[in-house]
C-alpha cells in the first residue's frame, strides 16, 4: 500500500473547502434562481436567438462590444438540453469549482507541498459575492474564462516541470477559452502569446514547438479578427486619471465580493496582494514555464483591471466579481512558488480564518440579491401563469432588477410567445386600447426620499377618479439616479367598495419608463404612493388606458 503524502491533511483540508463552497453555491442556485425565467441581458439574447435564422452568426455575433462564441455555444446547448436556464446556472457552479481544484493543484505544484493557506482559492471563487454570475445563467461566459485561465496556468505548470507536447497542447487548448471569452481574452491575448513564444524558444522538442506556436496563431488570429470587427464605440465614461485609476483598483478588489469590506479596505488590500505578488515574482530566478504562466495571469489580471477602468469607468459591479478573481488568484499562486514560508502552525491558523472571512462577508449581500431576485420572480412567474398581458408584464417587471429590460420586455414576451418558448407559450395577447391623458394631474412631480422616516412613510399622490372605463393606468416615470429595489403601487376601490392594489418597479438605473397597473372598469378613490423608495424619481405623465 503507498505511504499518503506529508502533506495530505493539508491537501484534505482545502478540498473539502472547496466541497463545502460547492455545496453553499449549488444550494443557493437551487434555492434562490429562477428556472424558468431569463435574467437581465438572456431577455435580448433568447429573443434574438429564437429569431435568428443562422445559429452560427447568433453565436459570432456581439453582445454589447464583447463577442462570447464559447459562452453562447455552451449556454444555447444547455437550454435546448433541458428547456430551463438553471442548468447554466448549475454548470457556473461546476466551472468555478474546476477552476477552484485547478489552482488547487498549481499552488502545490508551484510549492511541492499543499498548505493549509491555499483554502483562500475555492473561497476566492466560490464566496456568495458571486451571486449576481451565480443567479444568471448566460454569466457561464465569465465562469468560462475562470475556469480557462485556472486549466491553463496548471498545464503550463505541468509543462514547466518536464511535460511533453500533450501539456503544450492542453495550455493551448485552455488558452484557447480564455481568448474567445469577450474583452477579457482580448486583454489576456498579448501575456498569453508572450509566455507561448517564451516557452518555445527554450523548448526544443519538436512536437512541443509546434503546440505552442499553433497556439499563437489561433489567438494572434482570433484577437486579431476580433479588434478588426469591432463595433461603433458606445458613449465613452470619464477617462480622467483619477476615474480610470478608481475603476481600475475598484475592479481588482472586487473579486473580494462587492460589499465584503469598506471600498478603500478592499482596493488597500488588493494593491497589498498584487504588491507583494510582483515583489516575490521579480526576486524568484527560477523562471519556468510555470512561474512564467503565473506572471502572465497576474499581468493579464492586472490589463484587464486597467482596461475596465478606462473603457467602463468603474469597477465593483457585482458581476466583475468573478473575472476580478483571476488575478487575486494569481496573487496567491506567485506567493505560493516564492520563497517565502510561514511556519506551519500559522498556516492552520490563517487558512482557515481567511477563507472563512472572505465565504463569511459575502453571505449577506449575497442574501440579500437572491432574495430578491427569487420575489421577484416568483411574483412574475405567479403573473405569467395568471394571464396578465405583456404589456402589464412589461409595465410592472421592466425595470426591476431581474428584468431590466424597460418597454421593450413586452416585446420579449411576445416573441418568446411566438415561438413556444418555456411558460410564455400561453401568454394572452395584449389588450387593444387608446391612451387618455388623466385630468387633474398636475405633472411632472416628484417622489424623493430625504431620510430613512421618509422612506418609511411615503407620500401618497392623490389620483381622480375615471370619468369613463378604463382597462388600466399607465405612469411615465424618469428615475435620475441609481434605485435599486424600490415599488410604486396603485391603490383603489373597485366596485363593491373593496380596496384593491397593483405595484410595478420604477427604472433599476437611471432613464424612462412607463408603469402600467391593470384596473377594473371603474375605480374609485385612487392613490398612488412609492414603497421602500430609496432615490427620487419623476412622474412626467399619468394616462388612462381605455378600451380601444
Known sequence: MPALPKDWPAVVFTHLVAVACTGVAGWFVHTQAAAALPMVDEW????????????????????????????????????TASGGFRVGQYITVGLLTSAAVLLLWTARGLRG????????????????????NLLMSYQLGFALFVYGAAGWVWAAGRLGRGGGWGWAALAGVYGSLVVVSGGFGLVFTPPLVGWALLSWHRRVNTHRRAALILSVLVWVGYSGWIALT???????????????????????????GPQSAPRWV????????????CVCLLRDRKWDAGRTAVAAVLVGGLLVAAATGYARGHGVAGRFVTPSAVGLAACWLALAGSSFRLPAWVGWVLGPVAAGWLCWANVESGLREGYYTRVVMTDFTRDLHAGLPPVFLAGRYGGSVPVFGGD????????????????????????????VPASGVSVPFVYECPSEEYARSPRAVRLPDPDRAVIGLRMRVDCRVPAGWQRVSLHWRDA???EQSAWAYPPWVTGVLHLTFPLPDRPTDLKLV????VQPFTVDAVEWMVPD
Not at 530 to 533: F, I, L, M, S
Open 44 to 79: 435580448q439574447l433568447v429573443a434574438d436567438w429564437l429569431r435568428t435564422d443562422s445559429p452560427a452568426g447568433w453565436i459570432l455575433a456581439h453582445h454589447n462590444e464583447h463577442r462570447y462564441p464559447a459562452a453562447k455555444a455552451v449556454w444555447a446547448a444547455a437550454l
Open 113 to 132: 507541498y499543499a498548505r493549509p493557506t491555499d483554502a483562500i482559492l475555492p473561497a476566492l471563487l466560490l464566496h456568495l459575492g458571486h451571486s449576481y
Open 230 to 256: 469591432l463595433p461603433a464605440s458606445a458613449p465613452q465614461p470619464d477617462r480622467t486619471p483619477d476615474s480610470v485609476i478608481a475603476g481600475s483598483v475598484g475592479f481588482l478588489s472586487v473579486g473580494l
Open 266 to 277: 478592499c482596493g488597500g488590500v488588493a494593491l497589498a496582494f498584487v504588491a507583494t505578488a
Open 408 to 435: 421593450g420586455t413586452a416585446e420579449h414576451v411576445r416573441v418568446y410567445r411566438r415561438y413556444g418558448f418555456g411558460p410564455f407559450a400561453a401568454v394572452p395577447d395584449d389588450p387593444r386600447f387608446a391612451v
Open 496 to 498: 363593491a367598495g373593496k
Open 530 to 533: 412609492a414603497d421602500g423608495v
